[in-house]
């Protein structure tokens, strides 16, 4: 019987916006299972192994060119970052601001998958990369943050059928609703946009999942270990709801 290993041992990884958040949580379950690390942020004071702002195509070629240098390869990509973007109706609401989600949540994973994948195809490596449970649900509100979650798991999808003969493994996770300070800031802004009480929001994102909680960072990253380790080394082209079982995006 073949011995399958939830170990990371030997393996780089590439965690983007791993310098805070989920992002860091990640990076860190992947170091613990003994991976080798560096993360990316567009922050500088989360004291990343790279600056960048992965929606310009020349700082993630710069960074690319730090990874060779400094680690001489990859084996994992985590394609993390995400902005919230705007909360608004579709007719009030800023088009420059719902690019701005955009450019940065799709074209930003795109981008880092465009200077990575030829580092992949060298170490049969793995990629994952995080989309949410809006990727799969309608979400009242949020319409730029749900276009680019929809086309990250349509990228998963194509870059897995691409890719795989190569032995190249492309997944995606989708999160429900996150503990945390950035899901605080998603509950005040719709508190604001509806005319109800950040309280009220709150109760209604727990109603929509069975299991009538949020979840935490680290069920996140326990996936995504998983999912790059020896024991998930035939799962490719899926998409993973770590969310409780959301049952309804509509919280109010």
């Not at 613990?32 to 922050?43: P, R, S």
């Not at 992965?54 to 400094?70: C, L, Q, Y």
């Not at 880092?112 to 989309?131: D, R």
């Not at 020896?230 to 919280?251: C, H, K, W, Y």
Request: hydrophobic share 40%.
């Amino acid at each position: 019987m073949t011995s399958l290993s939830f170990r990371l041992d030997g393996l780089r990884a590439l965690v983007t916006g791993g310098g805070s958040g989920i992002g860091k949580v990640i990076a860190d379950a992947m170091r613990d299972a003994g991976a080798t690390v560096v993360v990316c942020d567009v922050n500088d004071s989360t004291k990343p192994n790279y600056i960048c702002d992965v929606s310009k195509t020349s700082d993630v070629e710069a960074m690319f060119k730090g990874i060779e240098r400094d680690l001489g390869g990859l084996d994992i990509l985590v394609n993390n970052v995400g902005v919230p973007g705007p909360t608004a109706r579709v007719d009030e609401m800023d088009p420059d601001a719902y690019d701005e989600c955009v450019r940065v949540n799709l074209g930003g994973t795109f981008r880092v998958t465009h200077f990575a994948v030829p580092m992949l195809l060298k170490t049969k490596g793995s990629m994952i990369n995080i989309s949410t449970s809006a990727g799969i649900f309608g979400y009242p509100l949020r319409s730029p943050y749900v276009a680019a979650k929809w086309g990250v798991i349509g990228l998963t999808k194509s870059w897995a059928m691409e890719l795989g003969e190569f032995g190249v493994r492309v997944n995606a996770i989708c999160p429900g609703s996150v503990s945390g300070p950035r899901m605080d800031g998603v509950i005040e802004r719709e508190a604001q946009a509806v005319g109800k009480t950040p309280e009220e929001i709150r109760t209604g994102y727990e109603k929509q999942v069975s299991l009538q909680t949020f979840i935490e960072p680290e069920d996140i990253a326990a996936s995504c270990v998983f999912l790059s380790s020896p024991a998930g080394r035939f799962i490719s082209g899926q998409v993973l709801p770590v969310d409780g079982n959301i049952e309804t995006m509509r919280s109010n």
